[in-house]
């Protein structure tokens, strides 16, 4: 019981780290998103996204390893074994550094053709579409190097230094706003090295902190081919993800920017920096729970870790659904106030992928679980043929003449074949069942999503727009959403634990102001 009161506090402790972290980070990144559209320009903006897309599209053989080297280390560190922990890290860095070689050469040659000649880009920013390329071709290659550091880093647990990094890292991107906003010449070039500069202090800090903590990251030439196989074997399988991902993010951005233009690349853009906001609530629970389901399936406690699970999927949608129905609904509002004057091709953009968002959270905890079984096979496979149906899905659409947003459509309903894919695998990979998820996961979700969004959606539907419903929805939707998911959404053993929690925490700030006193 102490153990698991431990990891208990463990992940509420990282939680709460990871989540101070994404409360900055989401602040100054949408504020530094406001300067730079507003230094930039639509058609600027649009081009420094699908052209350093482009660049992303090579960098999925280097990213499969990302979760690959993560899961390796934590398994490792739950196993205890140092001396297997630095084997790992020393050949997953290496294989880094090879595959770091290879997207040099396919963005210098395939990529640099393609945007030279593919691409929607004006005739007079061709010359800064090729600098904002080639920097960011040098930029992935820094944050490639830096992966195996970062993995080991959350592997520890280390989600402190992690978040005070993270909010460093946005403080730089403010100040290359800054920077961009007050200086003369071409600013889209300006940038391109900018972002490179705060990029390669970033990830010297990453390595910096791994070599005077760690012992097993002062990687020297070290070769293992059982465990290169073992690597490759499971980085082989989410080589499909990567792949599909690819096509679902970058390679859509693209098919956009062929079809309607930079101008709706920058819609797009905007709509996904949203998401991405919505979504650091999400990142942040699932990075901290993570670590400990793969512990736990290491260490063969299948029901802690099936436990686990479930209370993530419904605490990841929990976290979720709180700033989805307020954004959703006033979307509109929400974009004008952050940006100014938006297209409704934005506000539907930023609807329809928070939707696709909402979706996506529930799945997440389902593959962290396969991740730790170490059996990924057919979970990439069949969601990766799903995901990137995505693609030629759209391009069809597209030729047939249906409008840019008709792409997140199609993306909902893969993201919900995906889940209901990801649920057949895990009760056939472990001691999942269909009984307990629905009892102990889905019914929850349902009754908080029924009856939560009740008193926001009638008090959309009797009001007209503007401050007034903005903040009465704002305040209704979070009494409504965080009331059922306190009745209805937690099990009695969850509220006791979060009252006691409080009460201690209550106790702890009385005891040290009367020690000041």
Not at 205 to 222: A, P, Q
Not at 424 to 447: G, H, Q, S, V
Request: charged content about 15%.
């Amino acid at each position: 019981m102490n153990e698991v009161a431990n990891n208990n506090k463990r992940i509420a402790k990282n939680t709460l780290f990871m989540y101070i972290r994404l409360m900055l980070v989401l602040c100054i990144n949408l504020f530094t998103v406001r300067i730079v559209l507003q230094a930039l320009g639509e058609v600027d903006y649009g081009l420094n996204n699908v052209v350093g897309g482009v660049v992303s599209m090579f960098s999925f053989i280097s990213t499969t390893l990302a979760g690959a080297s993560m899961r390796f280390f934590s398994f490792e560190i739950g196993k205890k074994d140092q001396e297997g922990l630095k084997k790992y890290f020393a050949v997953t860095f290496w294989c880094y550094v090879f595959l770091c070689l290879i997207i040099v050469i396919l963005a210098e040659t395939i990529g640099l053709w393609f945007v030279a000649n593919k691409l929607v880009i004006p005739a007079d920013r061709m010359t800064a579409a090729m600098w904002v390329y080639q920097f960011s071709i040098l930029g992935s290659v820094l944050s490639f190097l830096t992966i195996p550091f970062n993995s080991l880093i959350l592997a520890h647990e280390k989600m402190d230094f992690y978040a005070y990094l993270g909010i460093a890292e946005v403080v730089l991107k403010l100040l290359v706003a800054y920077l961009l906003f007050v200086s003369d010449g071409d600013r889209l070039i300006l940038y391109a090295i900018l972002m490179f500069l705060s990029s390669g202090v970033v990830s010297s800090i990453y390595i910096g902190y791994d070599l005077i903590h760690y012992s097993e990251s002062r990687v020297k030439w070290f070769w293992n081919k059982a465990i290169f196989k073992s690597v490759f074997s499971y980085s082989g399988w989410s080589l499909f993800g990567a792949v599909s991902l690819v096509f679902r993010s970058q390679g859509i951005n693209i098919l956009i920017n062929m079809f309607f233009g930079p101008v709706y690349n920058t819609a797009r853009a905007i709509a996904y920096q949203v998401n991405n906001a919505v979504n650091t609530f999400v990142t942040g629970f699932s990075q901290a729970v993570k670590p400990q389901q793969t512990k736990y399936y290491a260490a063969e406690d299948y029901d802690m870790c099936m436990a686990l699970t479930y209370r993530a999927t419904r605490m990841c949608y929990y976290l979720i659904f709180v700033l989805s129905v307020p954004l959703i609904m006033e979307a509109g509002f929400v974009l004008n106030l952050w940006l100014g004057d938006v297209s409704d091709v934005t506000v539907l953009f930023t609807q329809l992928v928070i939707l696709v968002s909402v979706v996506e959270a529930i799945t997440t905890p389902l593959k962290g679980l396969i991740s730790s079984t170490g059996i990924i096979k057919y979970n990439q496979i069949i969601n990766s043929v799903i995901l990137i149906a995505i693609f030629p899905v759209s391009w069809l659409l597209f030729k047939l003449g249906f409008p840019a947003y008709t792409t997140m459509l199609v993306s909902l309903i893969a993201s919900i074949l995906c889940h209901i894919v990801r649920v057949i695998i895990c009760i056939r990979l472990t001691t999942m069942t269909m009984r307990n998820y629905t009892y102990d996961a889905l019914l929850p979700i349902l009754k908080v999503t029924l009856i939560g969004i009740i008193p926001p959606v009638a008090l959309f539907c009797s009001m007209s727009d503007g401050w007034i419903r903005f903040i009465s929805i704002l305040f209704v939707s979070l009494v409504s959403s965080v009331g059922t998911i306190w009745f209805l959404g937690l099990t009695q053993s969850e509220r006791i634990y979060i009252k006691n929690a409080t009460v201690n925490k209550l106790a702890f700030i009385k005891r040290h102001d009367r020690n000041k006193q």
